[in-house]
Each structure stands twice: as structure tokens, then as C-alpha cells.
């Protein structure tokens, strides 16, 4: 099946300052979501960017799908963007309807 | 939209007994899934439906594991019986596949077997 890889699997940083997430795919996909997990384990959704680049305040992500990665921006960081970062892809070929999840990457943002 | 609603959140139960996790899908999306996050494995598929039906359950770990969605507004996760090795956050997703397949996700039950 496909493979999903995040990097890096950890993150600590001072308040306010930015970062970039990585997720790399294997294969071909439909859908690539990235997701927030907080501190409550609910999952957010925060972007579904299966091609292009999208902002949402001071979230943005972009997806290179023939190249097969995406990255998520997050700039001047807060304490509550602490929690565990998914990517998720749903490959376009065979069982082409189910999510595969990356591990994650864990951010810590300290005040 | 409520969003997708799972119930209950929180359940502790002890091994062998049956366990019952209810999740209501978005209304209009017509796929549902039910997801199992563990630290081991990370998120994985247990099951999928799409129109009521059971597309692959080959996630489902084994013949204790039982689902089922008699409408399309409703479905149940049943593990009959519990082992501690269950222990999980159970999550209920549920999406529109007719274009754009955007997932969301329940509040999960945590499910502690002791």
C-alpha cells in the first residue's frame, strides 16, 4: 500500500517563531488532508490539499502532487498549536477511498 | 452541521464483556469509516461503508470485532469480548464520495479493558 512519511517526528519551539512540516507519499493519490490532533486527541481538520497551496490565517500548506510531498507552514506560532501534526493520503489507485496516516509530528510550542 | 458525534466518549470496561461504540455520521456523506489510533500502530482502518454497505472490513483485527450501519445515519462498533489488547481511541469518520472525499472526524471513544 502507500507509504506516508512525516518529518520531523519532533518539534519544540519558542512562541512566535515559524516552522515547516513534511509529509512525503509513495504513490499517486485523490485526497492529501493534514490534520491536528490537540492535546484532547480530537482530530482537526485543517487543510484538504490534495494539489496547490492554501492559506488559513497563519496556516498555509502546499502540495507538489507530482512530486509527491506536501508541506504545512505554521508561522508565528502559539501554545495552542501544540499537539501531534497529521498527514493523511488517500491513494488514487486500488482501494482508493481509505485515509492513510502518517506517524505524525509532535510539536511543542513553549511560552 | 453537529459534525460526526461518537458515543461514549469515555468506556472501561472489564475483559470479556461486550462493548458498544455508537458514532452518527455527517448528514449527507454517504462513506463511513471507523479508524482504531493505538501508540503501536498509529491510526489505522478497521472498516468502511459506503451507502450502508460494508466495502472492507479487512481492518477489522478479528471475529470479535463486529460492525454494522442499518441506516445511514447511524453505525456500531462491537467488540464481543473485550481483551485488555483492545485498549484504543476508537475514531468515527465520515466523508461525501461524489468529488470532493474531505474526511471528519468524531471526538473518538477512549476504550480502557482492564
Known amino acids: 500500500g502507500i507509504q506516508v512519511e512525516q518529518s520531523p517526528p519532533d518539534l519544540i519551539l519558542q512562541e512566535g517563531a515559524n516552522s515547516t512540516l513534511r509529509c512525503n507519499f509513495s504513490?499517486?493519490?485523490?485526497?492529501l488532508q493534514w490534520f491536528h490532533q490537540n492535546p484532547w486527541g480530537q482530530l482537526i481538520n485543517l487543510f484538504y490539499?490534495?494539489?496547490g497551496t492554501k492559506q488559513n490565517g497563519r496556516l498555509s500548506a502546499t502540495t507538489v502532487a507530482t512530486e509527491r510531498y506536501s508541506l504545512l507552514y505554521i508561522s508565528s506560532s502559539q501554545t495552542t498549536d501544540s499537539g501531534v501534526y497529521f498527514c493523511?493520503?488517500?491513494?488514487?489507485?486500488?482501494?482508493?477511498?481509505?485515509?492513510?496516516f502518517g506517524k505524525g509530528t509532535l510539536l511543542t510550542v513553549n511560552p | 452541521d453537529a459534525g460526526v458525534i461518537q458515543s461514549p466518549r469515555h468506556e472501561v470496561t472489564e475483559m470479556g464483556q461486550e462493548v458498544t461504540l455508537r458514532c452518527k455520521p455527517i448528514?449527507?456523506?454517504?462513506?463511513l469509516f471507523w479508524y482504531r489510533q493505538t501508540m503501536m500502530r498509529g491510526l489505522e482502518l478497521l472498516i468502511y461503508?459506503?451507502?450502508?454497505?460494508?466495502?472492507?472490513d479487512s481492518g477489522m483485527p478479528e471475529d470479535r470485532f463486529s460492525a454494522k450501519m442499518p441506516n445511514a445515519s447511524f453505525s456500531t462498533l462491537k467488540i464481543q469480548p473485550s481483551e485488555p489488547r483492545d485498549s484504543a481511541v476508537y475514531f468515527c469518520?465520515?466523508?461525501?464520495?461524489?468529488?470532493?472525499?474531505?474526511?471528519?472526524f468524531g471526538q473518538g471513544t477512549r476504550l480502557t479493558v482492564v
Open positions: 469518520a465520515s466523508s461525501f464520495t461524489g468529488g470532493r472525499t474531505e474526511a471528519f
Open positions: 504513490d499517486s493519490v485523490n485526497n
Open positions: 490539499i490534495p494539489s
Open positions: 493523511a493520503v488517500e491513494n488514487s489507485g486500488g482501494s482508493n477511498y481509505k485515509l492513510t
Open positions: 448528514s449527507g456523506h454517504n462513506s
Open positions: 461503508f459506503n451507502n450502508n454497505v460494508p466495502i472492507d
